[in-house]
């Protein structure tokens, strides 16, 4: 009976030893994972893909993604708001057609300054 039991422990032990090993092997590739996530999409913050599992971290990237994709419209709606349009705005010729012709040759001497 001892023998059985003694057997039985060490069974227990080893048991224990390998989902030890398991676990490990299961953070190490999970992190593996993460890494290769991040990778594949540059413009997340590591800081906000996290899980414990492989649907915990799609679904952090899916959530982090749209936080990105949030702010960067946020972003371009306030730059295009504040753009100025480059250079001053032409200035309108007068109207000339409201003139009299002796009205539209003193114009054109004046232009011409004389």
Known sequence: MAVALGAAERQGQEQAQRAERLEEELRRTLGQYRTALLTAAPDVPPDLVQGDNVEA???????????VTWIRQQLEAKVAAERIPPGAPLRPSPDLSSLSPTEKILHGLRRLGR
Request: charged share 20%; glycine share 10%.
């Open 57 to 67: 971290l799609e679904g952090s990237l899916a959530s982090a993604q749209r936080v």
